[in-house]
C-alpha cells in the first residue's frame, strides 16, 4: 500500500497513520460483517482478570487446511511493547481488530483460532510473566482439545517475545517438551515470529526496563539469549526434531528487526533447527496483523503464505519422530 510505504521506518511515528488507514478499510460494511461473521467464545485460562481468551470457530462446511485430519489450532499473541493491548484493539473502533486476524485463519483456512488477553506492565507483569500466561493457556488448549491437533504459536512484536520465552526459557521445558513429544491431545507443530524484537538494541533495552529489567538482566532474557541457552543444553539430535519455526520480517521494520532476526537465524539453522526466514515486502511493524481481513489481495498475502507454510509443517509432522 503505497501511503503505507511513504511512512518510513519509525514504530512510534508510523502508529496513527497506519491505524487509520487499515481502520478505513476494515470498517467498510463488506469488509466489517464478514470479520464479525466468525463464531466466538470467550473463556477465562487462569486466575488472573487478564487471563481471557477468545475462540474463533469456523463453520462447520469450512474444510480444513488438510482433509481428513482434525483442525489445527492457531494461538495468536498480540504486542504492545508490554505495555499496551487487549484481545479486541480499542484503538481502531468497531471491536475489528484482533478479531479480523481470527476471521481469516477461521473462516477462509478452516483454524480454530484463539487470541489470547495477557498480563501488561500496568498490572504488575515483569518477565517471565508473558511465557506463564502463554503457559496457562497452552494447558487451558490441552484441556478443551483432548484429540491430537496440530498447534501453533504466532506472536507479533512482544507477543512474539512471550512466545519465544515458552519456546526457549527453561522454565516451561515440562509442558513444552510434552507438546512437542505430541504423545496425546494437541502437537507442536510450529512456531510464526511477526515482527518480533528476538534482540535488543540499547533504546529498546531502556523501553523495556519496567518488563525485563536493566540492561545487564534483559540481555540474559531476550529471545536470541534464551535460544542460545537452550542450544547449550540440548543435544543437537533434539534440535533437529524440533517443530518448525517461521520468522517473519517487515520489509519498512526498523533494520535493528531485521539484524535481530538474521542473527537469530544463523545459530539455530547452524545448530539443525528448522528455520525460515521471510520479508513481507511495503509492510511496517504495526501493518501486517491490520491487513487482514481487508480483501485486498497484495495486503492478505502474507496470510495465505503463513497458512501454506503450516499446512507444510502439519504435514512434516506426521513424519517426524518425537522427542
Known sequence: MDVIASLGRDVLETVGQTYETYGNILRLPA??????????????????????????EPEPTTPPPLAGRTRPILLYVYG??????????????????????????????????????????KQGAKY????????????????????????????????????????FAEDF????????????????????????????????EALF??????ANESRMKQPTSLMHGMLRQTNPSLVEKWPRI??????????????????????WSDAGGRLELKVLERHNHHSPPLSLGTQIEEEEAWGYLVGE???????????????
Open 246 to 267: 517461521l520468522v517473519l520480517v517487515s520489509e519498512l521494520d526498523p533494520e535493528s528487526v531485521h539484524d535481530a532476526a538474521t542473527g537469530f537465524k544463523k545459530p
Open 309 to 323: 507454510w503450516m499446512k507444510t509443517a502439519s504435514s512434516d509432522n506426521d513424519r517426524r519422530t518425537s522427542l
Open 128 to 167: 517471565p510473566s508473558g511465557g506463564e500466561d502463554v503457559d496457562e493457556a497452552i494447558g487451558w488448549i490441552c484441556r478443551h482439545f483432548t484429540e491430537e491437533h496440530d498447534l501453533f504459536l504466532m506472536g507479533h512484536s512482544a507477543g512474539g517475545s512471550h512466545i519465544a520465552t515458552w519456546m
Open 31 to 56: 469488509n466489517s460483517s464478514v470479520i464479525h461473521k466468525t463464531k466466538v467464545t470467550s473463556f477465562s485460562y487462569g486466575q488472573h482478570p487478564r487471563n481471557v481468551l477468545d475462540l474463533y
Open 209 to 214: 526496563e519496567p518488563y525485563y529489567g536493566k
Open 173 to 204: 521445558q515440562d509442558r513444552r517438551n510434552v507438546l512437542i513429544s505430541g504423545t496425546k491431545g494437541p502437537k507442536l507443530a510450529g512456531a510464526i515470529f511477526l515482527s518480533t524484537p528476538l534482540s535488543l538494541t540499547p533504546d529498546l
Open 80 to 121: 504492545g511493547a508490554f505495555m499496551f493491548g487487549d484481545r479486541i484493539l480499542s484503538d481502531i473502533p468497531g471491536e475489528l481488530v484482533y478479531r479480523n486476524i481470527a476471521s481469516f485463519f477461521a473462516g477462509k483456512l478452516g483454524y480454530n483460532v484463539i487470541i489470547m488477553d495477557y498480563r501488561l506492565v
